[in-house]
């Protein structure tokens, strides 16, 4: 499909830009400065591949229309025929270069490269939601693993009967992000608990939190926005788990966030995990408020479903996980939950970019 004459002249303005930027990199290195060098090292990156394909197709586009100014002037049969057919190889030429110009102009993802916090938190359903919990940590854990990432636990509150009240954790490594991005949202689980004596199925639900993980240079916190407590850590039932004032409560009073680490021994390292998530969390709500400013559409899809909406759903007696976002169902819950979640991660990011491309 021919583009409108509005995006040639944003690709002859992107042309225009990366020359000017390749003009300026020397000086940028020089600088010292090392996050103008990074944004500017993303930024060649964006637009090289772009402006590369932009030039292919004008230059495509000239060699046809010489083929056709020779096919409109030749009389043998010939050579007309071998010129038709340079003409439809340049036409294919031409189309493929829009498909990859097209696909080049969607907006590349902010937090592409970054490693991923994750909370998961047991909601509606008592204990058996705790339970559920622990099964998701548990699957993320085994996704994990089938991808070479790496899990830190940053905070965990475990629950009476094995499962987890919540769980924070990070997944570090190459693509971190585009694996986990879309699993935030609510979980809902039916099942025969454990806790159930009369083998009826209950339905209950775990919410799942994905942020992109700050670095210091994304979020600078003013230590006069930050109230922190101390106090004694405790584990379930309040058993004590050490006889310090180790656990740390950060609160960030601007926004009134709060987190708690209680994790480890030290309490400068549950302050500098709890501080960890507070940047990450910060970072959220500003790309979201951005986002917001762009459109209402796209602030809905960032925030990856809303708490009022199951985003997926997983019957045992079935052996079926439903993703409600895509209308996408498996009759294989037990692989899943081995970690084997790539089928629909992959169904979700073929989604996303078949949305992104239908409003390019």
Partial sequence: MPYRWGVFEQLAELE????DLEARLPAIYASGDR??????????????????AYAQWRAAGREAADARELLAGESDPEMREFLQGEIAEKEQRL????????????PRDPNEGRDVIVEVQGTEGGEEANLWAGDLFRMYQRFAERHGL????????????GGFRDVTFVVKGPGAWSRFKYEGGPH????????????????????????????????ALDPNDLQIDV??????????????????RVTHLPTGLVVTCQDEKSQLQ?????????????????????QAELSAARREQVKGGGRSEKIRTYNFKENRVTDHRIGMTLYSLDRVLDGELDAIVDALAADERARQLGSA
């Avoid at 225009?16 to 020359?19: C, D, G, H, K, T």
């Avoid at 039932?237 to 004032?245: A, E, H, L, P």
Wanted: charged residues 30%.
């Fill in 95 to 106: 189309r493929d270069l829009e498909g990859r110009i097209r696909e080049l102009l969607v």
């Fill in 16 to 19: 225009a830009e990366l020359a």
């Fill in 150 to 161: 790496r899990i830190e636990v940053l905070e965990a509150q475990p629950s009476d009967q």
């Fill in 270 to 290: 549950n302050k500098e995990k709890a501080l960890r998530i507070l940047r990450s969390r910060l970072l959220q709500m500003e790309q979201e408020r951005q």
């Fill in 188 to 219: 809902r689980v039916q099942r025969v608990p454990a806790t159930e004596h009369q083998g009826r199925i209950h339905t209950s639900a775990a919410t799942v939190a994905v942020l992109p993980e700050a670095e210091e240079v994304d979020v």
């Fill in 231 to 248: 106090f004694r850590a405790t584990g379930p039932g309040g058993q004590s788990v050490n006889t310090t004032d180790s656990a740390v």
């Fill in 35 to 52: 996050r103008a060098v990074e944004a500017a090292g993303r930024r060649h990156a964006e637009l090289k591949p772009l402006v590369d």
